[in-house]
């Protein structure tokens, strides 16, 4: 996408690109780039973006088979080699590592790391897009979470509790509150010999969510600052700390 930083075209290419090779019809090209306010002569509007877009996309492209963009009946479709497509790869590469979590956390770690190195930045460039990409967008970041909390899970299994203490440290002061990530580096520094640094996320996790959402952390996430204090088995290396998540 960085070859369409703004504007209606990359609105025109992100919304091909979430239809996954499937005919996006006129009517909802049109939603997509203008909304509830489109200009006059809108498919002569459109048909001229659709032609710019299918020039920039053949000199990207060197014109190869692999990306295509082409009429269909009432509509347009972009063709592209499946395989070409890091969103496509990342979410075939997230199943593949769920399937093996309970058995093979060595497998899950090289999967997902090779998997997230795909991502170089927000969705679509972090670009304003219409609604259907907007949704696209969303559905690929709860994966690229999901994908994270899987990973940690499983380097926490293998005992890599030192090693991903920066990353999610940056990860959790980036992100939007979020438990699970907390609770994975509280367990992390722990494990390290860094009890009072593993409370001390909890508490400022606590004060986040209280000045931003103006609730209390969740019941498992106070169970897990009790099990630190309590020094419980389960935070030992090894040791199955998932289990906490479903202990009272």
């Known amino acids: 996408m960085r070859y369409f930083r703004s504007g209606l075209q990359c609105s025109l290419l992100a919304a091909l690109l979430s239809a996954e090779g499937q005919t996006l019809s006129t009517g909802a090209l049109v939603t997509e780039l203008w909304g509830d306010a489109p200009p006059d002569l809108v498919e002569n509007a459109l048909q001229a973006h659709i032609s710019r877009l299918r020039r920039k996309l053949h000199g990207i492209a060197s014109g190869c088979a692999e990306m295509q963009l082409v009429a269909q009946a009432g509509g347009y479709r972009l063709t592209v080699d499946r395989a070409r497509i890091d969103a496509l790869a990342f979410t075939k590469a997230l199943a593949q590592a769920r399937l093996v979590a309970e058995t093979d956390p060595t497998e899950v770690s090289y999967r997902l790391r090779e998997a997230l190195a795909l991502w170089q930045g927000p969705v679509f460039g972090g670009a304003a897009v219409g609604l259907a990409a907007q949704a696209a967008a969303v559905r690929l970041e709860e994966c690229r979470l999901a994908a994270l909390q899987l990973l940690f899970d499983s380097e926490l299994r293998v005992g890599l509790h030192t090693a991903i203490v920066p990353e999610l440290t940056e990860l959790v002061r980036a992100e939007s509150p979020n438990e699970l990530l907390c ?30 959402l103006g609730v209390e952390p969740s019941p498992v996430l106070r169970n897990h600052e009790r099990a630190i204090l309590a020094h419980h088995p389960d935070l030992q290396a090894r040791q199955d700390h998932v289990a906490l998540r479903n202990s009272r």
């Open 183 to 212: 609770e994975q580096l509280m367990v992390a520094l722990y494990r390290c010999g860094r009890q009072t640094d593993a409370l001390g996320v909890y508490r400022w996790i606590r004060n986040r969510m209280l000045d931003e």
